[in-house]
């Protein structure tokens, strides 16, 4: 492995990297940093500037202007020098398929000027790494999507590269063949290859990604260490579901007051019974949860509670909370039983329904709520909610999955004032290479 190109910790290195294709601005401006060694994905949408990004690295396409560096060497200048260290694989399949797996290689293995028995061991070695072995003798145009995926992988690697550029491997792959892609790529990972991997799709990336970029309309949103860039962009948001008592409970033996049906019982002023508070060893908790047996005076007082904490950016009921067909019983009063239920299951007065049921909704009073913050900061929320006497049933995170984070920070570039990447009159290009 060529050894003598570093420079510094990164093994790719571009500044103010433009590409344009007529007046298209393809690539405005990328300053993309890839550390010697890391597994960066590189994620955008469709028409993004992926393919031309990976081709400039590759040497292959030449920027209109900004620097590009791949361990140390000029994209432009270096080029000859940058075939040997770069392994390139583009997003489709090539035209050579009228031979065998081992010619392909072979003629591949040939353009680096690598001939004779080790040539032929190297090749053995890694149609074995790509798990192609038992199609050495096949043709090419015999194997699966799949397996043809591995053995473009096999022909990047076959110079041994320092660097490997896949331009979407996983595209068109069944979950199991992209299963197998995603353990070769943490091995050659493990052999110490730097890997810049694209896709459209986040979560494709991001088990095995330990670096990550999401470029839109020719620019790098977001990069740097997988967790960093997932924190920045992940929306968090929560889940919280509340208790509901049956219409007409008591409270029974602890001696909570009630709150009616309807909204009268949020009359009572905050902790509803001092002498229901319960006390924990070592602790001076207490407990002085209100009872409420109408979903609608619930989230009313929920969401007041809510408003006045400054982490929480935006609450709302999950989907219109429309009243179920009228159980029989449903409505103010209707819940005989004295049972306190909840949407976990407890029953309105043992009759099989939850109390939500019994008082004619839908399902369960929820309310999802975005937040700025931690986990800490959940927890906070749902220590407030509970101090304010809501029957807090379940409280989890919701909203933060991947590809909503990835087209959160998408859309962010619909927003006013920021709609820049590909339009005429930008900023002039940094580091016009002469
Ligand atoms: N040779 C070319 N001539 C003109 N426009 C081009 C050329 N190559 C790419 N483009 C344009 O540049 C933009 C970026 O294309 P590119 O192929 O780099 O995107 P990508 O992120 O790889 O997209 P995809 O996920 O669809 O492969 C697109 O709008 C494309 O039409």
Redesign the pocket.
């Known amino acids: 492995m060529s050894g003598g190109h570093s420079h510094g910790d990164a093994a790719i290195e571009t500044r103010g990297l433009v590409?344009q294709?007529?007046r298209?601005q393809?690539?405005a401006g990328i300053d993309l940093v890839v550390p010697r060694g890391a597994v960066y994905g590189f994620i955008?949408?469709?028409?993004?500037?992926?393919?031309?990004?990976?081709?400039i690295l590759a040497g292959l396409?030449d920027p209109t202007a900004g620097s590009v560096r791949v361990c140390g060497l000029d994209a432009v200048r270096d080029r000859d020098e940058l075939a040997r260290v770069v392994g390139y694989m583009p997003?489709f399949f090539g035209v050579y398929d009228d031979l065998l797996v081992t010619e392909y290689l072979d003629f591949y293995a040939a353009c680096y000027g690598l001939r004779g028995p080790r040539a032929r061991r190297l090749r053995d070695d890694l149609l074995e790494l790509v798990g192609l072995a038992h199609k050495a003798g096949e043709m090419v145009h015999s194997l699966s999507r799949g397996m043809k995926q591995r053995l473009g992988l096999a022909r990047a690697l076959i110079h041994d590269p320092e660097v490997l550029l896949l331009?979407?491997p996983a595209s068109g792959l069944d979950p199991a063949a992209r299963i197998e892609f995603r353990e070769l790529i943490r091995e050659l990972a493990a052999m110490g290859k730097t890997v810049l991997v694209?896709?459209?799709i986040l979560s494709e990336l991001a088990d095995f990604s330990t670096h990550v970029g999401i470029?839109a309309r020719?620019r790098l949103l977001v990069s740097g260490p997988i967790d960093r860039v997932l924190a920045a962009v992940r929306r968090r948001s929560a889940r919280i579901r509340f208790a509901l008592a049956a219409a007409g409970w008591d409270g029974g033996a602890a001696g909570r007051v009630t709150a009616g049906a309807g909204s009268q019982g949020l009359g009572a002023p905050g902790p509803v019974d001092g002498s229901s508070a319960e006390t924990w060893p070592g602790r001076e908790a207490s407990f002085n949860q209100q009872v409420f047996t109408d979903p609608a005076a619930l989230l009313a007082r929920a969401r007041e509670v809510l408003a006045r904490m400054p982490e929480v950016t935006h609450v709302e009921e999950p989907e219109p909370r429309a009243a179920a067909a009228a159980a029989p019983g449903a409505g103010a009063g209707g819940g005989a039983g004295a049972t306190p239920a909840d949407a976990a299951g407890p029953t309105a007065g043992g009759a099989g329904a939850p109390a939500w049921a019994a008082a004619g909704y839908a399902r369960a009073p929820e309310l999802i709520v975005d937040y700025e913050g931690d986990e800490a900061t959940l927890a906070a929320i749902n220590a407030q909610l509970v101090a304010a006497g809501l029957p807090v049933a379940h409280l989890a995170e919701v909203g933060g999955s991947l590809e909503e984070a990835f087209l959160h920070v998408v859309e962010s570039l619909e927003e006013p004032g920021s709609r820049q990447a590909?339009q005429p009159g930008e900023p002039g290009p940094r580091g016009v290479r002469s």
Do not use: M, Q, V
């Open positions: 590409r294709f007529g298209f393809a690539l955008g949408p469709n028409g993004a500037g992926k393919t031309t990004c990976l081709r396409l997003d331009d979407e694209s896709s459209h470029l020719g590909g």
